[in-house]
């Protein structure tokens, strides 16, 4: 088979077939290659687009990687459907068959290692957010306007106070949907607060934790999430997934990006 050899995930060897008509990054249908007792979930791609020069070249471009992405999200989607998958990074390519099984021969310890811990769990990814201060109705009695600058100044204090009240009372309902949402999973990661600028979600956010929980727990994770959406007003709790185990692969996800070198 000519082109490279995108790798998507290393899994254990499953039985269900993956969706019919599942193409991967470039249109191709993801394939498994076997190696041991560990498969590589992999599809052919062109050389032009993805060979070392061409890829870095593509990185760069923001519509190029957001569509190749997409491609790569979709085939892990299915995984997890499936099997556990260990998804590695986006673009991970190699020459040919063989490049991908001297990787996985390289690294097989930490492959086995990692899926035994994330076998049979998927990831949870919850938000807190406090919501931007709600517009007054336009029907409702406007605000008198101050009259004074001391006027003014004592407004803006009543106003710096809220938030900050509010602030706080977020912080505090984080921390407690956290350590609760802790105890029902088996491993838990703490992510930077998002940026609202480049996510584009309305409000500051005050927890971004992902959760490894178990197939067979994950009803009652969601359920517990969602019991609290409503606990405080001003304050929006978002649940996403479940996904493949990202947060949770470690080393094991690799640093190879190999381009057509390998």
């Known amino acids: 088979m000519s082109g490279l050899r995108y790798v998507y995930a290393v899994c254990r060897p499953f039985g269900a077939a993956l969706q019919a008509q599942l193409t991967g990054v470039a249109g191709d249908p993801p394939r498994l290659l076997a190696h041991g007792d560990l498969v590589a979930v992999v599809s052919r791609v062109p050389e032009a687009d993805f060979g070392e020069e061409a890829l870095r070249a593509h ?19 299915a995984l997890t459907a499936v099997t556990t998958p260990l998804p590695l990074r986006l673009a991970t390519v190699f020459r040919d068959d063989s ?12 492959f086995r290692r990692t899926l035994d811990r994330l076998e049979g769990r998927v990831e949870w990814g919850v938000k807190v957010f406090v919501e931007a201060e709600p ?3 336009a029907a409702a009695e406007p605000a008198p306007r101050p009259v004074t600058g001391r006027d003014y100044l004592r407004r803006r204090r009543e106003q710096s ?14 921390t407690g949907l956290h350590s609760t949402l802790s105890s029902l999973a088996d491993d838990a990661r703490l992510h930077a607060p998002q940026n609202p600028r480049l996510s584009g979600a309305a409000g500051r956010n005050v927890l971004n934790a992902a959760y490894l929980v178990r197939r ?3 009803e009652e994770f969601v359920e517990r999430v969602d ?16 996904w493949a185990a990202y947060s949770f692969a470690g080393d094991a996800a690799g640093e190879e990006e190999a381009g057509a070198g390998s």
């Open 216 to 218: 067979d727990a994950s």
């Open 161 to 174: 106070r809220a938030g900050e009240d509010l602030w706080t009372r977020a912080e505090g309902f984080a």
């Open 99 to 110: 490049g991908v099984r001297t990787m996985m021969e390289r690294r097989e310890d930490a």
């Open 227 to 242: 019991r609290t959406k409503d606990d405080a007003p001003g304050i929006r709790v978002e649940l996403t997934g479940p």
């Open 135 to 137: 517009e007054r109705p």
């Open 59 to 77: 990185l760069e471009d923001l519509d190029w990687l957001a569509g190749t992405a997409r491609a790569h999200q979709q085939v892990i989607d």
